[in-house]
């Protein structure tokens, strides 16, 4: 029996959420690992945990008029 692709969703100016446990090198080479069911990825580059997303891109949303 084939085995489920990896499920990733793209948040719009959200995170990237990927399912499952996953473990991360960044640029810099530096590795973070999350055991968590889901697991968010920082897209905004403002996350003090990146490549972890620490909920910061809620604070930066445009205010739409
Ligand atoms: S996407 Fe959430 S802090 Fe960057």
């Known amino acids: ?3 489920r692709p990896t499920r990733v ?7 990237i ?4 446990p ?3 090198t ?6 973070a690992r999350s ?10 580059r403002r996350s003090a945990l990146y490549p972890l997303c620490d909920t910061s891109h ?3 949303r445009k205010v739409e008029s």
């Open 35 to 44: 055991s968590r069911v889901v697991t968010a990825l920082c897209a905004c």
């Open 1 to 3: 029996m084939a085995e």
């Open 9 to 15: 969703r793209i948040i719009p100016r959200g995170p």
């Open 58 to 60: 809620r604070r930066c």
């Open 17 to 20: 959420l990927v399912d499952g």
């Open 22 to 24: 996953v473990e991360v």
């Open 26 to 31: 960044g640029a810099d080479g530096q590795t």
